[in-house]
């Protein structure tokens, strides 16, 4: 089984930053591992549906990003620590959320992560 821990979350005044880690550990029944997975990055707000950040292939060469997050936010991993990052700038009010990683077996995609984290909360607030 694939285990995805999420660290990095805090309070954070608008405007400021936050990196975000995800370390994955274990492997899928087929014996599939962290550098065989692409990654994403979701966010839930207080009353709000889960929504899509962030994804990265299992390469790194391609990356994907929400509109609310272009020009802000980065994706970016490091397959020989098993982990997967958010790099996150000019931080908004409403960037307030649980943050949530996921990995799926395939292709970089928004759908289909069959694995994730338990989530770290994100408050930005002054």
């Known amino acids: 089984q694939v285990q995805l821990v999420e660290s990095g979350g805090g309070l954070v005044q608008p405007g400021g930053s936050l990196r975000l880690s995800c370390a994955a550990s274990g492997r899928t029944a087929s014996g599939r591992t962290f550098s065989m997975f692409a990654m994403g990055w979701f966010r839930q707000a207080l009353g709000k549906e889960r929504e899509f950040v962030a994804a990265?292939?299992?390469?790194?060469?391609?990356?994907d990003l929400a509109d609310s997050a272009k020009g802000r936010f980065t994706i970016s991993r490091d397959n020989a620590k098993n982990t997967v990052y958010l790099q996150m700038n000019s931080l908004k009010p409403e960037d307030t959320a649980v943050y949530h990683c996921?990995?799926?077996?395939?292709?970089?995609?928004?759908?289909?992560?069959?694995?994730w984290g338990q989530g770290t909360q994100v408050t930005v607030s002054s």
């Open positions: 990265i292939s299992w390469s790194g060469g391609g990356t």
């Open positions: 996921a990995a799926r077996a395939g292709v970089l995609s928004r759908y289909g992560y069959d694995f």
